[in-house]
């Protein structure tokens, strides 16, 4: 059984930074694809970014692209997800998740392990 731990999230305030983590058990991890997903309140859970087994290939939602970096390190089994130039729209729950197999989609159906999930509230 694969269990994902995220940590990280918190409060800030509009402009400002957070670094997700999301440790992951098991000893296969650099074989999966990772993303991270986000859900508002009242709202569908979305697609943030995801990441390739090895590291090398990356995929963004628009509404994230060039203010969030995902990366991974396989030695820790972690996944990371640094959050720039934060704004109240990006106010979730955000769920790290490990793909059924090495692809790295943005549906969520292709995603069977997920963590509990962190609060992340950015203030205007």
């Known amino acids: 059984q694969v269990q994902l731990v995220e940590s990280g999230g918190g409060l800030v305030q509009t402009g400002g930074s957070l670094r997700l983590s999301c440790a992951a058990s098991?000893?296969?991890?650099?074989?999966?694809?990772m993303a991270w997903f986000r859900q508002a309140p009242g709202k569908d859970r979305e697609f943030v970014a995801s990441?390739?087994?090895?590291?090398?290939?990356?995929v963004y939602a628009g509404s994230v692209k060039g203010r969030f970096t995902i990366s991974r390190d396989n030695a820790k089994n972690t996944v990371y997800l640094q959050m720039n130039s934060l704004k109240p729209e990006d106010t979730a729950v955000y769920f790290c998740?490990?793909?059924?197999?090495?692809?790295?989609?943005?549906?969520?159906?292709?995603?069977?392990?997920w963590g509990q999930g962190t609060q992340v509230t950015v203030s205007s």
């Open positions: 998740a490990r793909s059924r197999t090495i692809a790295f989609r943005s549906d969520s159906l292709e995603y069977n392990y």
């Open positions: 990441i390739s087994g090895g590291g090398g290939s990356t």
């Open positions: 098991g000893r296969t991890f650099s074989v999966y694809g």
